[in-house]
């Protein structure tokens, strides 16, 4: 199993900055790529970024691109959500989540998640 823990979240005003982490443990070899979700309320769950495990490869929600940047630090089995120009509709909680194998990038190919981090953002 893997296991995944969110932290970074908080309430800022449009236009501020937040670093979401996620500390991952367990079976790390397993994980092909890691991805931030969130979730608003009355809303489902969507993508918002993702990151190879190795770091090559990013992709990212039209919604975000531009504004939020994904990385990671494998030493510290640790990934990054550094999210700048934040915006209201950006409020939601933000899960981390880890997906073996790599073919596709659905919300159903990630097998771990973390409990989440809350992210509000005020205008």
């Known amino acids: 199993q893997v296991q995944l823990v969110e932290s970074g979240g908080g309430l800022v005003q449009a236009g501020g900055s937040l670093r979401l982490s996620c500390a991952v443990s367990g079976r790390t070899f397993r994980i092909y790529a890691v991805a931030w979700f969130r979730q608003a309320p009355g809303k489902e769950r969507e993508f918002a970024a993702g990151?190879?495990?190795?770091?090559?490869?990013?992709s990212y929600a039209d919604s975000v691109k531009g504004r939020f940047t994904i990385s990671r630090d494998n030493a510290k089995n640790t990934v990054y959500l550094q999210m700048n120009s934040l915006k209201p509709e950006d409020t939601a909680v933000y899960y981390c989540?880890?997906?073996?194998?790599?073919?596709?990038?659905?919300?159903?190919?990630?097998?771990?998640w973390g409990q989440g981090t809350q992210v509000t953002v005020s205008s």
């Open positions: 989540a880890a997906k073996p194998g790599n073919v596709g990038i659905t919300i159903a190919d990630f097998r771990s």
């Open positions: 990151i190879t495990w190795n770091g090559d490869s990013t």
